[in-house]
């Protein structure tokens, strides 16, 4: 290919030498018809211009300006089936894999009736997916629907409306949400760690703000919105396999540490006998759970609230051990009044000359430090059970996935245990994709948001090859090949028969069949203590 500029001489072969000769410019005029005639002759044998194009290997148009399109790009549509969220392939087949969709079977109760009703278990898949593309309520689920591919991924028939959701949740009982978690307690089992020393259980609350008026939605504790009505949710979670153990629902009026021996016998029969040892915050600080933990001969590391008698023990402590920085430990044999007898007491306190941040109560006394109180039947150096305790700050992270990722607490319904059932489905997921991120992905530490920004948004088409559907991944080079390990690994994950051998799921009917809620039913009918004011 020639190259021809405008700005110089042309260059022209040398067989027409004879034709640039005889054009002997002495003005500008001669000059450019020069170059004009021997582009010509250049045309006429058929060689291109500098950065020509033949005809036959154009693709698009080329009448681009320097910065991009010349023109408004235009919009086109078509009826393929085209979505961004290929990626959850791999999350369903992971489902598939531990057999979520046999143990979401047996667990989930059905009495309807009705010739086109959607499967329960496609119902929970929806929900799933809602929550896995970015949903945060039930009305969400319209952005999926129509999504042909998230269908075709998710392998249901259709997936379920709004207000199909709604309907089948609302009509759930108390009885049929623990029917439920007894089902699918394998599945949570199945997510903890086999440590030979035992798992530590951090027990914590948080706040579901309300804007209406739920079951259960009433006035109570509220660091954010102070006089909102929420409900106060009780958790258990796994320290080292970061996973939540056990969720309760509770009404937004009552303490932390209501109902907690109730709750702590049912996480403890969730996770048989390994259980090293409860971390809770102050909150938890009640006699009644020491003497049950005590009973139980289970180790524990609470703090302690500063009250007054507290602050008296704190000037009591015989000496203090420097182990960082402003910071030193001690301890003391502390007993308050309903006590039989005394328990360890570690003290630490911060100077806040050298670490103006620190946190901690300040005493009238000695002004100069900050101070923490954790009471522990565990032993060893004061400063190591308090490093201890400080692992408890980690479950903050799982309750912020759990809200802000997983929306847990933008799913309401009127009914409370309606939005019970849901809440502790979502948990249910939480922990399975932390065993995604575990056996998968091989990596713990992103949370879903960024998970759906790495994993989940793919472009894909679903096609077919003959009668055999194909979905089509619009990923290249190192990607294409990084997505394929992902789906080799989930394929060498046992299957659902090595899970289901150490649970009958044949004799673990729901007790109950589902029934549509009854308009006129009172909260009062629909609630017991145990769940809503404990």
């Given amino acids: 290919m020639y190259r021809v500029s405008l700005s110089v001489s042309p260059v022209i072969p040398a067989g027409f030498s004879c034709v640039a000769s005889s054009l002997s410019p002495k003005t500008s005029i001669d000059r450019w018809v020069r170059q004009s005639t021997a582009l010509k002759i250049l045309g006429i044998i058929g060689l291109p211009k500098l950065g020509g194009t033949r005809r036959r290997d154009r693709t ?19 009826g393929r089936r085209v979505s961004g969220w290929g990626g959850l392939v791999g999350v369903v087949r992971f489902l598939d894999r531990l057999g979520v969709r046999s143990f979401l079977k047996s667990a989930l109760p059905d009495g309807r009736r009705s010739p086109n009703q959607v499967p329960v278990v496609d119902m929970v898949l929806t929900l799933y997916a809602t929550v896995l593309t970015g949903g945060g309520r039930f009305s969400h ?73 739920q079951e259960g939605s009433l006035k109570g504790h509220n660091p954010r919105k102070h006089g909102r009505p929420s409900h106060h949710p009780l958790l258990a979670m796994a320290a080292s396999a970061k996973t939540i153990v056990h969720g309760w629902l509770r009404s937004g009026n009552t303490s932390s540490s209501r109902g907690v021996r109730q709750f702590l016998a049912e996480v403890l029969a969730r996770v048989g006998a390994r259980v090293r040892a409860i971390r809770a915050d102050s909150g938890f600080f009640d006699t009644a759970l020491l003497d049950e933990l ?125 939005t019970e059932a849901v809440f502790r489905l979502i948990c249910l997921l939480f922990n399975l994709m932390q065993l995604f991120k575990r056996l998968v992905l091989r990596d713990e530490t992103p949370h879903l948001r960024t998970i759906r920004r790495t994993t989940l948004v793919i472009g894909a088409i679903l096609g077919a090859t003959g009668r055999t559907p194909v ?52 909260a009062q009918t629909l609630r017991t203590p145990r769940l809503a004011f404990n």
């Fill in 60 to 78: 698009v148009r080329t009448n681009r300006s320097s910065k991009g399109w010349s023109g408004e790009l235009k919009v086109e549509y078509t």
């Fill in 294 to 418: 005590e009973s139980r001969s289970m180790d524990y590391a609470i703090a302690v609230r500063m009250n007054p008698l507290v602050k008296r023990t704190v000037l009591q402590v015989p000496e203090w051990r420097p182990f960082g920085p402003g910071l030193e430990a001690g301890e003391v044999q502390y007993q308050s009044y309903k006590w039989p007898r005394p328990r360890r007491l570690i003290l630490v306190r911060e100077e806040i000359r050298m670490r103006p941040e620190a946190r901690g109560r300040r005493l009238f006394d000695d002004p100069d430090y900050t101070y923490h109180a954790v009471i522990t039947s565990l032993g060893g150096p004061p400063e190591e059970v308090w490093r201890f305790y400080n692992g408890r700050a980690d479950s903050e992270n799982r309750i912020k996935e759990l809200k802000q990722d997983y929306a847990a607490n933008g799913f309401c319904l009127q009914s409370f245990f309606g």
């Fill in 141 to 213: 689920v319209e952005r999926i629907r129509q999504d042909e591919v998230i269908r075709g991924v998710v392998g249901v028939k259709r997936l379920a409306s709004p207000m199909t959701l709604t309907r089948y949740f609302g009509g759930f009982v108390q009885s049929q949400v623990e029917d439920m978690s007894e089902v699918l307690n394998p599945l949570f089992k199945s997510t903890l760690k086999e440590l030979p020393e035992g798992e530590v259980i951090d027990l914590d609350s948080t706040v579901f703000e309300r804007y209406g008026k």
């Fill in 471 to 522: 979905l089509r991944l619009g990923l290249r080079g190192r990607w294409r090949d990084w997505f394929a390990a992902l789906l080799e690994r989930v394929a060498a994950i046992p299957t659902v028969a090595t899970v289901a051998q150490a649970h009958n799921l044949s004799r673990l009917a729901t007790t109950r069949p589902w029934q549509p809620r009854r308009s006129n039913a009172s």
